[in-house]
């Protein structure tokens, strides 16, 4: 199994910031691409930003310029720095990672427990 434990969410006013960490654990052979989703209420799972084990990033056109997503491949440890936060931006923020644990054939999708961001206007 691959547990993913997200930290670094809470409450900030409009245009301050957060830092969000993932660390991944269990029984890990490869992470491949790791990444943030959030989930406002009434609203449907988005991509957040994701980024490959080799550093290639990807963002949502709503936080470019504003969120830089990163990892520490050593750690199995993906972060999320959140900058000029929005109103807009308040949500619970998800961890996600493509692994593949030892003895298995193919990789899987696996979800954090979510972490509540809420940003006040």
């Known amino acids: 199994q691959v547990q993913l434990v997200e930290s670094g969410g809470g409450l900030v006013q409009a245009g301050g910031s957060l830092r969000l960490s993932c660390a991944a654990s269990?029984?890990?052979?490869?992470?491949?691409?790791m990444g943030w989703y959030r989930q406002a209420p009434g609203k449907q799972r988005e991509l957040v930003a994701d980024?490959?084990?080799?550093?290639?990033?990807n963002y949502a056109d709503s936080v470019k310029g504003r969120f830089t997503i990163s990892r520490d491949n050593a750690k199995n440890t993906v972060y999320l720095q959140m900058n000029s936060l929005k109103f807009e931006d308040t949500a619970v923020y998800y961890c996600?990672?493509?692994?593949?644990?030892?003895?298995?054939?193919?990789?899987?999708?696996?979800w954090g427990q979510g972490t509540q961001v809420t940003v006040s206007s």
């Open positions: 996600n990672a493509m692994g593949l644990e030892y003895g298995s054939p193919r990789f899987l999708d696996y």
């Open positions: 269990g029984s890990i052979f490869r992470i491949n691409a």
């Open positions: 980024i490959t084990s080799g550093g290639t990033t």
